[in-house]
Nanobody, 124 residues
Framework: QVQLRESGGGLVQDGGSLRLSCAAS????????MGWFRQAPGKEREFVAA????????DYADSVKGRFTISRDNTRNTVSLQMNSLKPEDTAMYYC?????????????????WGQGAQVTVSS
């Protein structure tokens, strides 16, 4: 089982940038796909981005493509989400999650471990 802890959330103005980091503990981090999800009040948790176990393959929701970048460092057991050109509609709690193994889908049900979340608020 992988334990996850997010950091780096905060308040930023429209058009600003933030970087979220997720520190993982436990074995087998480097063999698991990783993802970021977000959930706004009153809405379902939605997929943001995912990265393969090796870091070679990435996947993004259309709403963040071209603005967000997911990356990982398997030597440090970390995964990050660089968020640029932020919009008020990006405001949400952001969650880091680890997949069941090397593959993933955009459904939260395919991710087995979750962090406690980091709040991102974008003011207009």
């Amino acid at each position: 089982q992988v334990q996850l802890r997010e950091s780096g959330g905060g308040l930023v103005q429209d058009g600003g940038s933030l970087r979220l980091s997720c520190a993982a503990s436990g074995r087998l981090f480097s063999s698991k796909s990783m993802g970021w999800f977000r959930q706004a009040p009153g809405k379902e948790r939605e997929f943001v981005a995912a990265i393969s176990y090796s870091g070679v393959t990435t996947d993004y929701a259309d709403s963040v493509k071209g603005r967000f970048t997911i990356s990982r460092d398997n030597t440090r057991n970390t995964v990050s989400l660089q968020m640029n050109s932020l919009k008020p509609e990006d405001t949400a709690m952001y969650y880091c999650a680890s997949g069941r193994g090397q593959s993933w889908s955009r459904s939260p049900s395919t991710f087995t471990s979750w962090g406690q979340g980091a709040q991102v608020t974008v003011s207009s």
